[in-house]
């Protein structure tokens, strides 16, 4: 189980961390990803991180702004996100993949959560 916490109301150019709590399967045997879905919008990776935390990725649209982090001794994942725009307003979602790396399809994530919704306005 996945539970995303963190989500809130900023203006333009404010930050939010965001936080994925987890139980049942070991979180360090997994890679995670957050991703988000604003209306009408097909979901989107944001970030993934290794099961090492290790190695990080982000989409173009928020490198230099967000930073994925992990704490595998908490086992909770989180989502720095610096410089906010009203473009990110969306509901995000983290994710588990226990069978491989941190990719960016949706489709390759084992487990989700329910989301969090984060508004920016402007």
């Known amino acids: 189980q996945l539970v995303e916490s963190g989500g809130g109301l900023v203006q333009s150019g404010g930050s939010l961390r965001l936080s994925c709590a987890t139980s049942g399967r070991t979180f360090s045997f997994s890679a995670m990803g957050w991703f988000r879905q604003a209306p009408g919008k097909e979901r989107e990776f944001v970030a993934g991180?290794?099961?090492?935390?290790?190695?990080?990725y982000y989409a173009d649209s928020v490198k230099g702004r967000f930073t994925i982090s992990r704490d595998n001794a908490k086992n909770t994942g989180y989502l720095q996100m610096d410089s906010l725009k009203p473009e990110d307003t969306a509901l995000y979602y983290c994710?588990?993949?226990?069978?491989?790396?941190?990719?960016?399809?949706?489709?390759?994530?084992?487990?989700w959560g329910q989301g969090t919704q984060v508004t920016v306005s402007s």
């Open positions: 991180i290794s099961r090492s935390g290790g190695s990080t």
């Open positions: 994710a588990a993949n226990w069978r491989g790396g941190p990719t960016p399809r949706p489709d390759d994530y084992d487990y």
